[in-house]
Every structure is written in C-alpha cells, then in structure tokens.
C-alpha cells in the first residue's frame, strides 16, 4: 500500500525557516514524480515544487516560492524534503507531499503542470502558520 506521511509544520517567524519531510513506503521515491502543494485557508492547493523521478534530480518550483525553497530527495531514507527559508505570512497553509508513476514524462514538471490532478498520491498533509 503506498502512503505519504508528512511532518515538520509548525509555527515560525516571518522571515524563518522550516523543513518539511515526506515519508513514503509501499514505492520508492526516485522511481515516482515528486512534489509539494499548499492550500491556504479557504483556497486552492497549489503546486510549490517537484523533483524528477526514474533516478532523475531535475527540478521545478512555482514562481511564489522560487529561490526560497528547495526541494530535495534522500533515496536511502525513502523521503522528500521542502527546505523552506525566509517565510512569509502568505506561506502559511497545509503542505501537502504527492507523487506520480513517472510514466511516459521525462520531467515532474509536466505533472505540475496539471495541478492539483497531476498527481495520484497524497499525504494527509502538515501545517504550516507563518505569523510574529
């Protein structure tokens, strides 16, 4: 059975930093499209930021967290990582991790794309509250 089961969330300073964590089992992560979402109170979720399966280390983010936040994979531990810096208020949310079979797309990037329907699986997602 594949799950994703995220942690790290918390409440931080404007300006602060988190890491988030993704841990998956039933899959191994570098065979699967990789990413980050965020819903807000009361919004969408929204793509943040993906990293290429098949063995790939390509990445992408959105234009909100880019030089920011960093994606990252460690395939020894099975886990995704969201290294997150100089957080804003507009940050806070629930952060959700995700994954897709990499299929016939050569970037995670074309799963992006696709939003919210780009990827099969999710986590349950943790918080995330930016605020002084």
């Known amino acids: 059975q594949l799950q994703l089961v995220e942690s790290g969330g918390g409440l931080v300073q404007p300006g602060g930093s988190l890491r988030l964590s993704c841990a998956a089992s039933?899959?191994?992560?570098?065979?699967?499209?990789m990413a980050w979402f965020r819903q807000a109170p009361g919004k969408e979720r929204k793509e943040l930021s993906c990293?290429?399966?098949?063995?790939?280390?390509?990445?992408d983010y959105s234009e909100s967290v880019k030089g920011r936040f960093t994606i990252s994979r460690d395939d020894a531990k099975n886990t995704v990582y969201l290294q997150m810096n100089n957080l804003k208020s507009e940050d806070t949310g629930v952060y959700y991790c995700a994954g897709q079979p990499m299929g016939v797309e050569t970037t995670c990037g074309a799963y992006m794309g696709r939003g919210y329907g780009g990827f099969s699986y999710w986590g349950k997602g943790t918080p995330v509250t930016v605020s002084s």
């Open positions: 990293i290429d399966g098949n063995g790939g280390a390509g990445t």
């Open positions: 039933g899959f191994t992560v570098d065979r699967f499209a």
